[in-house]
Every structure is written in C-alpha cells, then in structure tokens.
C-alpha cells in the first residue's frame, strides 16, 4: 500500500492530499504521525487531482510531513457476541482494559437501508412502567422515539428508568442494550454505568463513549458503530436490542462543524442542508424486519438548544422519528418526576400496539380523553391568570381542576416505580371520573358502562 | 490530467472526481437528463449538467468506493418507466426498480448495482382485442383491454407512435414483450410502453375541475373540498397529520386509481401501507383497496438521487392510467423532502443558491409537477383526471419558508395543519380559519345536485360561525365566557358542537374514519336545527346555561361511531325537540 506524502492543505477536521493514484469515494485512510501515531480518516472527495480526507480525531500534529495511506475500504466495525457486556471508545476501541474483541464478522458501519418491502410493522407493545409513556405515548418494539429535553432536565432518569423497566407483556425473549455516548460528560456517562453495573444490565450491554472532551469528529462515526453492532445482534443474533443514543444534539454540532470545514452553504442556523438526510441514515435503522426474530427500538436523547423545539435538531428529528416524548422544564420546577409534558409528546405507532389485541380495548380512547381534558384544563389556566377563577364557568373549572389532579397523580410517579399497564389504564379513569360523564365525549358508551368507576361500582353493588 | 488523456484513446467516458451522490465524468458524448451506468458496477445515474469536457451525473445509488478512473457508459437513454400491466399492487423505489424484487435479488437490505425492470416482463396477461383489422388507430387509442386485478387496464397505442392502419390484432395470453398488433407502417404495438419521466404525457385538452374529489373526511369535503384533477397541499410541522391524511385520501377518496409516494419519508410508514391496504376495502366496489394502488417507496435513508426521481416516476404512472380515462389521485409525501432532495445535489454542483440554499428553479420545478394535474380529455376522447396532493414539511412549522409559499402560489387548496390543534388531539389537525379551497365556485353546481340544495348554505352558515367564534375567543381570553352576551355564547356552542362533531373525525375508529356526503349533511343539518332550536329559545327566555345543559345533545357525538346511524340520530332529534318544548314552557 503506498504512503502519499503530499498533504497540501489542512482545514478543521479535514485534510486535502494531491496527486494519487485512484482513490474511492468514503474509503478508510490512515495518518501516521511523525511520533509513531495512527489517526484515522475517511475519504469525503476524491478526484485524480486531490482527495479531500475528513480525520476522525484531532488534526493536531498532522502536518505536511504526514504518511497518508488509503486502506482500499470502506470503515468496517468487528462485531462478535462477546462484544455483550464491553465498553469501548467512541471510536469502537475496548477501553474498560478486557481483551480486543474476536470479531464474528466485519461489516460497513454506513448500513445499508432496510428494504421497505422487508420491514415487519412493529406492533408488539412494551410496557415501560411509566404511565405518561405507556397510557398515552405508547412505545412499541421496533419504535424511534427520542427524548426532547433541555439541559439539566432529568432525561437521564427517564432514559434509565425507561432501558430498566422495559418488557415485552409476557416475553422472556433475549434482549439486549446499545449505549452510545455522544460528548456527554465523564459524571453523566458514570451515572449511566453506575447504573447498569447496579442492576446487572452492563451483562447485556455494548457501551460505546464518545466523552465531552474526546474528539468531537469522532461523534461522526459513534452512532453508526453503536447501530452496526445493534444490527448484528438483533438480525443476525435474534435479539430485541434497545439502542440509546445521547446526546444528539453533540452529535449535530460535529456535523455542523465538518460543514464549516468543508465551506458548504449552511442551511438552516448553519446546520449542513443535509443534516436531515444525515440523521435519518441514523435512525432509520430501527425497526423489524419480516422473518427475522430481532428488533431494534431506539431511544435518542437531545438536549434542545434554548428549550426551542423548533429549533433544526429536534425538528429534522421529528420529521424523521416515530414520535417524541418531551420533557417539560416547568414541571420539573414543579417538582413533578418525570416531568413529560404530554401535550407535544406522541407515540405515532401507538394505534399499531394498543387495543383488545395488545393492551386493552378501552386504551386508545382513554389516552384520547385524557389529552383533551389536560388540554382544555392546561388552556384555561391562561385565562384564570388573567379573568381570575371566578369568572370560569362550573364547567370550566372541573376542567382546570383535572388538570392539576392529571399532573400529580398520572404524570408523577417515582424513579423505581413500574406501573402495569392496566393500572395506568384504570389510574386514567379514576382521574376521568372528577369529570361528568357526558364530557367524556371521546369515548363511546359501551367503554364507560364497562369501565368507568361509577358505573363499575354500580356493577358490583348489583351483582353484590 | 492522466485520467483524460488515458480517456481520451478509449472509447467509453471515465470517472474524474466522486463526491457524494454527485460524480464527474469526462469524455462521455452525453445530452442532459441521458441515463449513464457509472463505475464497473455499474450504477445507475442520470446527466444533470454539462460543462465542456466534464458530464456532472447524479448517481441513484450510494457511491461509496467508487473511484477516479472507472468507466461510465451512456445509455443515451433519458429517465423512463415501464408502463403496462402490472404496476398495480406494486412496490417501487424512486427509479422503478420494485422492491419485492430487490429482496428476492439481493436481502432485507437495499445492496447497490442490482437493476429490475419494472414490469414482470414474463408474466403472462389475457389480452382481448378491442380494434379490429382495417380499422385506423391515433396516438393513445385504445387498442384492448387486460384485467389486471378488479381494474380493467386499457392498453393504447403509445402517445409517440404515429398512428395508421391495424394491420394484425390478436387476442391472447402474452407477455409485455410480445407483439399484440402490428400498424401497416410495419410498426409492432406491445402491451408495455416506456414513457420519460421528465416529459408530461400529452392530452387533446385540459378541462375545468367540476366534480369533487370525495373523500370521506368531513372538514375536506364539507369544508374545503378538492376537484378532482385539482391540486392542494397539506403543510404542517411534524406529527401534525401529514401523512394520516394523505393516507385517508388514498384509502377512502373516490378515485379509481391511487399512486402513493412515500418521497423521502419513513420506512414503517409504506410497512403500515402495504400491511394495511391489501385488508380494507373499497368502499365503493367491496375491493381490497390495494388492488387500485401503486406505490413509490424511496424513504428518507435510500439515495437522495433517486428520491428527487421519485415524484416523477409517480407522476408519470399517474398520468398512464388517467389516459386510459381514469380518474387518479397521487399523494406525495413529502414534497419537501424532494426539494431537499434538489437543494442537496444543486449545492453540490455549486450552483448559486436562492432563498435558504434551494436552487433558483425551485418554483419552477414545483410548478412544472403540479401542473401535470388535471381533469383532461384524453387522446383518446376520453375523461380522465389527476389529481395532485402534496404534503410540505416546513422547518419548524414556519409556513413562510420557500416551499410552502412557492407551492400556495400554485395550488388550488390549502389544508392547512396547526401544531396547536395536533396536540390537543382535535383530528384531522386542519386549521378551519387558514384553509381555504378555491374550487367552492366550480364545485357548487355539483354540491347542489348531488347532496342538497341546502348544503351550500349549510357549509356557508357553518364557516360563518366558526369565524364568529374566533372572534368572541378573543374577547372571552379577557374577560371570561360569562361576561358576553347571551346570544353569544349560544354561538360559542354552537361553534363548539361543528368542531367536536363534525369537524373531529377519529381516522382510526372503523366506522368515523369514512363518512360519506349523505352522513355528512345529515350531521350538519342536526347541528343547524340544534343551533335554530337554541337561538329562537334564548330570544324567548331560555338561558344559555340551559341551553348547554341540554342533555340529548351530548348524546350527538356517538352517532359518528354507528354505522347506521339514522335511526339514533331521530332519537336524538326527537329528544332534543322535546327538551327545548320543555325549557320555552317552562319560561
Ligand atoms: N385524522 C386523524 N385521526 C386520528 N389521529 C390522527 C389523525 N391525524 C393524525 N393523527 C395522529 O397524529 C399522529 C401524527 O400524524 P402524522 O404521522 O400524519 O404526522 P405528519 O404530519 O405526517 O408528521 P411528519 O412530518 O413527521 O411525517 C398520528 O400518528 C396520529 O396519532
Ligand atoms: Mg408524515
């Protein structure tokens, strides 16, 4: 293999070197260091007059002296079932001091797309023990849904409670989790790891971490390992992987900064106008594929600049994902864990894992009535802070009533506790029951004769 | 240099530089849009710009290790796709390959360099001639017809073919690739034709939009209904029911033909599609609605080359059926994804940008596709249609970003979706304030033959009070709902029962999520009579709380859950009418 000394320019994270022989589009590239010392890259632009080769790590000490070789490859992740209970770099090497990994098979980290026509819907409904979650944002396996949160706000918490609590109703198939960390700090990566070690997750984890103070360009290719070896056990091993990704947002800022390098038009805020594009290569990679027994649920987290959810991060994220849970700082200030403000949450799947078949027949128009009542109770709270209470109707302040009964019994509940599913359910008609019955519009008759508490207490008393 | 003047002894084009999806070639003797097969796997790509020497290609699949030097042949073909038996039920990506047989081909997951036609080319299809010997065919005549599924696909002589004499017509069994008919000029007819993408299919004439589009959904054909071959658009922020709608449109509107194109969107998406529509029916003719349905999948992780083909590639199809005298509609999820999909590889060939990095033709682009829509005259003499819906995703929600407004100053209707009513789970999602269609005039005629006289008015009265509700929102914001006057807030009731019952439509509840004109009108009408009952009675003494305390009506939402509901809407006529008797007499 030859090694090109022709380093003519060096720009950010990329390196331009002249005069070559052929040189393929995204082939993996070696810099040796003049102290000994590999980096690696990946080929962005190549032309017989020069190749445009975006490093991997810090520039720092590439210079024109600088030995480039092309590996003749695309990047390729090692992957093996040993890889279950490992931690490794951000860049895909061991770091938790335990042998190199024995790779199974090395596969292209770009993963190509699933062929829609292969896909499985993802129907099979998982129960995560959070109410907000379960009763009115239901997750389903194979489901893409991030986490919009805000610096400081308890996404971690939820992240964690969300990977320990999460089980198939009446599954005991193998499952694992991928954790990728994306410039996250040292102190929230412990508190994710103290976490898994506690309750013996770390077993049936691969951890990869790209620290705040690791390169930044690396955070290009954190994603992609942590997917690749995702694929790799869920479609080729069987099991139903949880894949988190955080934070996002960091991984965004490195896109945006390899943009710069490069002096492409900037889109939006200076995002590149491919970012979308980019991210769905990312989290397009969930999902189920037909007669295959795997699936890959992802959990993004990002942190959103400003608490903007406008802002091109989370917006380009949810024109892509299945939904979003959106945690909300001013019910963390009030004191409310978790502090998911279900009004811009969504699970779009859900109508696909909910019901007779799956959880409960009456779930679909519940979770309905239980949005429209927190709405229009949310909304009047505006009004009250101007006209003042008195001036609501009787009507109107039931409703602004249930709204603060839905934040404090439904919405809040505690870092260890894992409701079923039906106790959501029944928990959401206790709160419906503050309302009159006929303002439960969106539900039919026959659920409210079956299920509502007045009429089951009537049952009771009848058959009693 | 080397690479040119090793190029310049061969014959073939070779590769100079690979950048992404965008690569330059020198030495290919290529015409703009001409289809070239890049590298020695041959990928498939298409001329996008020429500048001296250098051919700039736009390359369908992922480029990844190609390198400087391989060869690039030109077809000297453009873009086309295979027209004839056997696009419905069909799954294709951006370019027509389909994807049932890129599994078969090459796995789960879309591996590069592997081409399908888009046709089963041999499959055979009972032919049945409907010309005979002698008799004189035209450009887009109707020469036979085969069942493809429930649908009768009409086979015509191709719009580019000189017509003439049929010399020899046969009925039969056939392959797409055998010859049917021969012309005297010595011609030979197939059951396929190939039709560029680019290039509109022609028609004898473009006719104005008299018949509306039914679709089931109360606030579209209640409120602000599209003609069929009309255009409208849907822009919303994410999850604000873009693609619900777009998938009500294709499963219950009364078109007879129905391309969908997943442009740049999600993959579980066109699962959902093609899981759910091989299962529900028609509901006009009891047939699996797949059977009416091609579908376009090149989601938003498939190359972004073949995603900016996509529109056209379904467009087209669109426009092959319309000429055998159907009425189509197309839905295309996302138009913006295909914008991007245009600014992505125009800022890579470093043209100069216009608004927010979108390329200077833009508008020009948008407006070509959506005026590829229309109800026609066909070659044929025929009426056909195509009718056009795009959604738009705009950043941030922010409807003043250059495709939604390029696309409002093109179409005809606008559905617009309204973050603020999504999260209140008030679906469909569509602002009744913002929207508008600008077909009322041409549709009214039909509207009043077709459901009732009344209905024009009804729909009047009802955009009125909504309005008028508008207003008064804004006055109780200050002051409280008590502090109006009493007529008032019998409006703001009545304004209340059109959104809750008529407005609100559940797209998954099995009996709500198709509600036909008859149904419609007979919801709107009771909602009247309430609202006639309940003014007439506040002028009389009847307070307002009464009024909203009136019980019967509370029972008025269900009757959207019951499918024969007529019955249980007397009821509640009847129960309504007593209870407003009571209360006046008891004033
Ligand atoms: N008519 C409807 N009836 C019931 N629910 C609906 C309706 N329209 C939308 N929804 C709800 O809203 C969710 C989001 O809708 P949809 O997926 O169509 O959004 P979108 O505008 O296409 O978003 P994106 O731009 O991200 O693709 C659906 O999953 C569903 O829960
Ligand atoms: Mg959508």
Request: with cysteine; glycine share 8%; charged share 25%.
């Amino acid at each position: 293999m030859k090694e090109y000394r022709t380093i003519s320019k060096i720009a950010g994270p990329l390196v331009f070197v002249e005069k070559t022989e052929p040189v393929g589009y995204g082939e993996l590239v070696n810099l040796a260091l003049f102290d000994g010392s590999i980096k690696r890259g990946q080929v962005l632009d190549t032309s017989d007059q020069l190749v445009v080769v975006q490093v991997f790590e810090t520039t720092a000490g590439i210079g024109k002296d600088t030995g480039v070789r092309f590996l003749g490859e695309t990047i390729k992740m090692p992957v093996g079932r040993e890889m279950l209970g490992r931690i490794l770099s951000g860049g895909g090497k061991p770091i938790d001091g335990g042998p190199e990994i024995v790779p199974e098979k090395r596969l292209d980290i770009t993963g190509a797309a699933i062929n829609p026509y292969a896909r499985a819907s993802p129907e099979e409904f998982i129960q995560t023990g959070i109410s907000t979650i379960d009763g009115t944002n239901t997750l389903v396996r194979g489901q893409k849904l991030p986490i919009f949160s805000g610096a400081g706000l308890p996404h971690n918490n939820i992240a964690l409670q969300i990977a320990r609590q999460a089980k198939a109703l009446g599954s005991k198939e193998e499952f694992a989790v991928v954790f990728a960390a994306m410039g996250i700090t040292k102190e929230e990566a412990n508190h994710f790891m103290q976490d898994f070690e506690r309750t013996g997750a770390l077993e049936r984890a691969v951890v990869f971490l790209n620290l705040a103070d690791d390169p930044a360009v690396e955070r290009i290719i954190t994603p992609r390992l942590a997917l690749t070896t995702a694929e790799y056990l869920a479609f080729d091993l069987g099991m139903h992987v949880l894949v988190i990704l955080t934070d996002m947002t960091n991984y965004c800022e490195a896109l945006r900064q390899i943009g710069a390098a490069r002096e492409e038009v900037p889109g939006r805020r200076g995002y590149p106008g491919y970012m979308y594009t980019d991210l769905a290569s990312i989290y397009e990679r969930a999902g189920i594929i037909k007669g295959k027994k795997g699936s890959i649920t992802q959990f993004p987290i990002l942190t959103m600049p400003g608490d903007d959810i406008t802002h091109p991060i989370p917006d380009l994220t949810g024109y892509i994902t299945e939904g979003q849970i959106v945690v909300s700082r001013d019910l963390h200030r009030k004191g409310i864990y978790p502090p998911v403000n279900v009004l811009p949450s969504l699970s779009r799947l859900m109508n696909l894992g909910i019901g007779k078949e799956h959880t409960r027949e009456d779930h679909k128009k519940v979770s309905d009535q239980l949005y429209a009542a927190y709405a229009e109770g949310n909304d009047l709270r505006g009004l009250v802070a101007i006209v003042g209470k008195d001036a609501l109707s009787e009507r109107d302040r039931m409703f602004l009533e249930f709204a603060d009964l839905f934040e404090n019994r439904f919405v809040r509940q505690g870092y260890n506790e894992d409701r079923t599913i039906f106790g959501t359910l029944d928990l959401g008609w206790d709160l419906l029951s503050a309302l009159p019955v006929e303002q439960l519009v969106r539900i039919d008759r026959d659920l409210i004769n079956k299920y509502h508490p007045k009429f089951r207490q009537q049952d009771a008393k009848a058959q009693g | 240099m080397e690479i040119e003047a090793k190029a310049a002894k061969g014959s073939g084009g070779v590769l100079k530089r690979i950048a992404g999806p965008v690569v330059t070639a020198v030495n290919i003797d290529a015409h703009m849009y001409d289809v070239v097969k890049v590298g020695h796997e041959e990928l498939m790509g298409e001329v996008i710009k020429i500048q001296g020497n250098e051919t700039i290609i736009q390359v369908y699949e992922d480029t990844s290790g190609i390198r400087p030097g391989e060869p690039v042949i030109n077809t000297g073909l453009s873009l086309a796709v295979e027209l004839g038996p056997g696009l419905l039920t069909s799954i294709y990506d951006g370019i027509q390959r389909p994807l049932s047989v890129l599994v078969s081909k090459m796995g789960d997951f879309i591996q590069r360099g592997v081409s399908a036609p888009g046709l089963d080319h041999q499959k055979k299809w009972e032919f049945k001639a409907l010309v005979r010997e002698g008799d004189t065919v035209l450009p887009g005549s109707i020469i036979g017809e085969v069942q493809e599924t429930n649908i009768v696909h009409r086979i015509l002589v191709p719009p580019n073919v000189a017509g003439g004499k049929v010399k020899s017509i046969r009925s039969g069994s056939f392959t797409i690739e055998e010859v049917i008919c021969t012309l005297d000029s010595g011609t030979g007819l197939t059951m396929m034709q190939k039709w560029p993408v680019r290039v509109p299919r022609p028609v004898t004439e473009k006719m104005n939009p008299t018949i509306p589009l039914i679709t089931g959904q109360r606030i579209l054909d209640g409120l602000f209904p599209i003609a069929k071959g009309g255009t409208a658009a849907i822009p919303g922020p994410f999850g604000s029911g873009k693609t619900v709608t777009q998938q009500q449109l294709a499963k219950w509107s009364d078109a007879e033909i129905v391309v969908y194109i997943g442009c740049g969107e999600r993959g579980n998406e066109m699962t959902e599609v093609l899981t759910e529509f091989p299962e529900l029916e028609d509901p006009k003719t009891g047939k699996p609605l797949m059977e009416r349905t091609v579908l376009i999948a090149n989601t938003s992780n498939m190359p972004v080359a073949a995603r900016e083909a996509s529109v056209y590639t379904g467009i087209t199809i669109a426009e092959y059926f319309r000429d055998m005298g159907y009425d189509v509609s197309l839905m295309a999820d996302s138009t913006s994804r295909w914008a991007e999909a245009m600014r992505e590889i125009s800022s890579r060939l470093e043209e100069m940008p216009g608004e927010e990095g979108y390329p200077a033709y833009l508008a020009a682009r948008l407006s070509e596709f959506y005026e590829r829509a229309g109800r026609v005259k066909t070659l044929s003499g025929r009426d056909g249609s195509v009718s056009v819906i795009g959604a738009v995703s705009p950043p941030g929600g922010d409807f003043s970003e250059p495709v939604t407004q390029n696309t409002l100053r093109i179409v005809k209707v606008f559905w617009a979706l309204d973050a603020k009513l999504s999260q209140r789970r008030h679906f469909p999602a569509i602002n009744w304030l913002n929207s508008y269609s600008l077909y009322l005039d041409t549709l009214h005629d039909w509207y009043d033959k077709e459901v009732s006289p009344e209905w024009n008015v009804l729909r009047a009265w009802a955009m009125e009070v909504l309005q008028k509700e508008a207003e008064l929102q804004e006055i109780v914001q200050l002051v409280g709902s008590d502090a109006l006057p009493e007529a008032e807030q019998v409006t703001i009731e009545v304004a209340r029962m059109i959104r809750e019952i008529f407005l609100q439509q559940n797209a998954y509840d099995p009996v709500d999520t198709f509600c036909d004109m008859s149904k419609q009108y007979d919801m709107m009408k009771t909602i009247r009579s309430f609202a006639d009952h309940a003014y007439a009675a506040q002028v009389a003494g009847v307070t307002p709380q009464q009024i909203i305390g009136i019980q019967s009506k509370n029972d008025l939402p269900q009757i959207k859950f019951i499918k024969d509901y007529r019955p249980e809407l007397e009821r509640i006529k009847n129960a309504m009418d007593s209870e407003f008797t009571r209360l006046r007499s008891s004033v």
